[in-house]
């Protein structure tokens, strides 16, 4: 279990009496803090694998912002405009959780960082709870009625599990958020596998709809498949890592934080490709601005001037 730890760089546990070193003026004081930061927390390979590729994606937006935004205006997609602006949010807020990991082995930071990883992980359940709506209505799926519908099931959804991980966090002290004393809590292991088992049950519906008579309602698309199946292997991973964890297993740990690295670092790239990236494609928009010329150039909006 060592060597595996220090192979991945992801613990295998916390210490329940890990503290933040002295945050001194003095350089070696620094230096110790920051290296702290970085190496003592998590471990230097943890950190820099959420960080980095969470940053990456958001410098990636970033740089497709200004095409993005002029093929959201030409398209005029209410579903496609509410996503983006969604999955911006998210990653943003999912950034700014991956560079403070080191909070949670903080203990003057325990509810900044309950209150961030509340906020940041309800956001990403919010995207993968609505892309699942929007799958299951199928190729009915479309237009502003849609979109609402969706948004209003999800959002009582997720308020609802906002409200439930706050009473327990807040209010029991139960540790959702945190890595110290892994196994030492059974209530949270016992909310996490709950949670973990609902959206792999979810998913492993879909699947089973898209083997039986009921494929025809779903998307012809094979990306959303192959979406459900990377989604429904990870959760399925998750749970069990959880039901490791629960049993005082040690390997149970790692792998939970392995899956967790996983999602926060991979999972909005992977979604942003899978129904994003298509519609932002920039031959696409040109072909599109060809239709557009030859229509008018044939004068087909002749009729718009005349009164």
């Given at each position: 279990?060592r060597?595996?730890e220090q192979?991945?760089?992801?613990?295998?546990?916390?210490?329940p009496?890990?503290?933040v070193?002295a945050?001194?003026g003095?350089g070696?004081?620094?230096?110790?803090a920051?290296?702290?930061?970085f190496v003592?927390?998590?471990g230097?390979?943890h950190?820099?694998?959420?960080?980095?590729?969470?940053?990456?994606f958001v410098a990636?937006?970033s740089?497709?912002a200004r095409k993005s935004y002029?093929k959201l205006?030409y398209?005029?997609?209410y579903i496609m405009?509410a996503?983006y602006?969604?999955?911006w949010?998210?990653?943003?807020?999912?950034l700014?959780?991956c560079v403070?990991?080191?909070?949670?082995?903080?203990?003057?930071?325990e509810?900044s960082?309950?209150?961030l990883?509340l906020?940041?992980k309800s956001?990403?359940?919010f995207l993968?709870i609505?892309?699942?709506a929007?799958?299951?209505?199928?190729?009915?799926?479309?237009?502003?009625?849609?979109l609402?519908?969706t948004f209003v099931v999800?959002g009582?959804?997720?308020?609802?599990d906002i409200?439930l991980?706050?009473?327990?966090v807040f209010?029991f002290g139960?540790p959702?958020?945190?890595?110290?004393?892994?196994?030492?809590?059974?209530?949270k292991w016992g909310l996490?596998?709950?949670h973990?088992l609902?959206?792999?049950a979810?998913?492993?519906?879909i699947?089973f709809?898209?083997?039986s008579?009921w494929?025809?309602?779903?998307p012809?698309?094979p990306?959303?498949?192959?979406y459900?199946?990377v989604?429904?292997v990870?959760?399925a991973?998750?749970?069990f890592?959880?039901?490791?964890v629960?049993?005082?297993?040690g390997?149970?740990?790692w792998?939970?934080?392995?899956?967790?690295?996983?999602?926060?670092a991979l999972?909005?790239p992977?979604?942003y490709?899978?129904?994003?990236?298509?519609?932002?494609?920039?031959e696409?928009?040109?072909?599109?601005?060809?239709?557009?010329?030859?229509m008018k150039?044939a004068?087909?909006?002749?009729?718009d001037?005349d009164?």
């Open positions: 279990m060597q595996l192979l991945t760089g992801i613990p295998l546990s916390m210490s009496d890990a503290t070193p945050f001194g003095g070696e004081g620094g230096g110790s920051l290296s702290w930061w003592e927390c998590h230097i390979w950190n820099l694998a959420l960080i980095l590729l969470s940053a990456l990636y937006l740089s497709q002029a205006t398209g005029r997609s405009i996503y602006a969604l999955l949010a998210v990653s943003l807020l999912n700014l959780w403070l990991q080191a909070w949670q082995c903080t203990p003057s930071k509810f960082w309950n209150m990883s906020f940041s956001g990403m359940l993968e609505s892309i699942m929007f799958l299951l209505q199928g190729n009915h799926a479309g237009g502003l009625e849609a609402t519908r999800s009582v959804i997720v308020a609802a409200l991980k706050a009473i327990y209010g139960v959702l958020f945190l890595d110290a004393n892994e196994s030492a809590n059974r209530v996490w596998i709950v973990k609902l959206l792999t979810v998913y492993g519906f699947l709809m898209h083997h008579k494929r025809e309602r779903l012809a698309k990306a959303f498949y192959k459900i199946c989604m429904f990870l959760n991973v998750s749970l890592a959880c039901i490791l629960g049993n005082g297993a390997f149970g740990s792998l939970y934080n392995l899956t967790t690295v996983c999602y926060h999972y909005l992977f979604l490709v899978t129904f994003l990236a298509d519609f932002f494609q920039e696409d928009f040109r072909l599109e601005n060809v239709y557009y010329s030859e150039d004068g087909f909006f002749d009729a001037w009164y």
